[in-house]
């Protein structure tokens, strides 16, 4: 299974909004509404903030959406923040029972 | 709340097996809505799906690992075990275990994980 694709970076200024997107094929991402998206910081594991396409975990920062078109799903972050800037990692199910990820974003805050 | 904690060796040898634990405290593996995940990030790399078990022992792998992966459950120590044979200096990542929602219970997501142990692979 071939990983999905992703920007390998990103970047925008505080208060503006930033999307990010992940695509797959109709074997995965296409295929289903189980895409989530993870937040790392440096150093430390990754954390949910979106799953199921476009659910926010309770905790999460409603700045936080997500959707889907076709193969390729979207993270946007609204009102961008100094503690957004991390990578961030889309995963979804695929048509063999397994999980795939995205090759990851550096968002940078400028 | 639920936790989870990787144990094991941080340095194996090439060809031989590298072997982790994880510890789930807060909560009982043997839970019915989930699966209990193995996930790998190489250094300055991304993230790979390893496999995972359910507390019945069926299992699921990465195709590309599948030959080399074997995950086990302990649910009297509430723990669960990623073997992986046969390693190269490709296998060296910060490993991390997870908890597990998947497509059974119409949702699919991980949270949380464990913090993650780094195992270099050199002789």
């Known amino acids: 299974q071939s990983a999905l694709t992703q920007p390998a970076s990103a970047s925008g200024s505080p208060g503006q909004s930033i999307t990010i997107s992940c695509t797959g094929t109709s074997n995965d991402v296409g295929g289903y509404n189980y895409v989530s998206w993870y937040q790392q910081h440096p150093g430390k594991a990754p954390k949910l903030m979106i799953y199921d396409v476009n659910n926010r975990p309770s905790g999460v920062s409603n700045r936080f959406s997500g959707s889907k078109s076709g193969n390729t799903a979207s993270l946007t972050i609204s009102g961008l923040q100094a503690e957004d800037e991390a990578d961030y990692y889309c995963s979804s199910y695929t048509s063999i029972s397994t999980e795939v990820f995205g090759g990851g974003t550096k968002l940078t805050v400028l | 709340q639920l936790q989870l904690q990787e144990s094991g060796p941080g340095l194996v040898k090439p060809s031989e097996t590298l072997s982790l634990t994880c510890t789930v405290s807060g909560g009982s593996i043997s839970s019915s809505s989930y699966y209990w995940d193995w996930i790998r990030q190489p250094p300055g790399k991304g993230l790979e799906w390893i496999g995972n078990?359910?507390?019945?022992?069926?299992?699921y792998y990465n195709p590309s690992l599948k030959s080399r992966v074997t995950i086990s459950v302990d649910t009297s120590k509430n723990q669960f075990s990623l073997k992986l044979n046969s390693v190269t200096a490709a296998d060296t990542a910060v490993y991390y275990c997870?908890?597990?929602?998947?497509?059974?219970?119409?949702?699919?997501?991980?949270?949380?994980w464990g913090q993650g142990t780094l195992v270099t692979v050199s002789s």
């Open positions: 997870a908890r597990h929602r998947g497509i059974l219970w119409f949702s699919d997501w991980f949270d949380p």
């Open positions: 078990i359910y507390y019945s022992g069926s299992t």
